[in-house]
């Protein structure tokens, strides 16, 4: 038995009973007040599926299509990094850490706190876009009818 894959299943068991109730929680917290009228409802419905949309493989292959016509006819299409590839990038815990500790100055456990909480938020906001899609969706099958009963009812 390998010592790294122990340890490896673990943490991934750690993360997952961790991150899946929190993604849940956000998601549906976030499809309840996307169900409500309100100003610019579209909009932040398409800000919190922009991430799904960019980590789909379609963006991957225009990459993987751009990098070809580069290098052998040197067509350059535009960047060759996918936006999701760039939110990785910037989201990094190398480069946050580097960001915090040198051009902030903060403490190293500071830091360490600060990078762990970034990560983590970026990681449920860009993970949640499905399952706010799913509640938000369940949420509208909802007669108002049933509403208006249980807001009479008290």
Do not use: C, W
Not at 41 to 46: D, G, P, Q
Not at 50 to 57: D, E, F
Not at 70 to 99: C, P, R, W
Request: aromatic share 10%.
């Amino acid at each position: 038995v390998d010592t790294d894959f122990v340890n490896n299943l673990k943490n991934s068991i750690i993360n997952m009973v961790y991150n899946i109730p929190i993604t849940i929680m956000f998601s549906l917290f976030i499809a309840i007040l996307l169900n409500k009228k309100m100003k610019g409802r579209t909009l932040f419905r398409a800000i919190f599926f922009i991430p799904v949309i960019l980590a789909t493989g379609i963006i991957n292959k225009a990459d993987a299509v751009n990098s070809v016509l580069n290098a052998y006819q040197g067509i350059d299409v535009g960047k060759s990094m996918s936006a999701a590839s760039e939110m990785d990038q910037l989201f990094n815990t190398a480069s946050l850490t580097h960001y915090f500790s040198n051009v902030l100055s903060f403490s190293p456990m500071l830091t360490s706190m600060t990078v762990s909480v970034a990560s983590n938020i970026y990681k449920v906001v860009s993970s949640s876009g499905v399952q706010i899609l799913i509640f938000l969706a369940g949420l509208q099958g909802i007669a108002p009818s049933l509403y208006e009963a249980a807001q009479i009812e008290g």
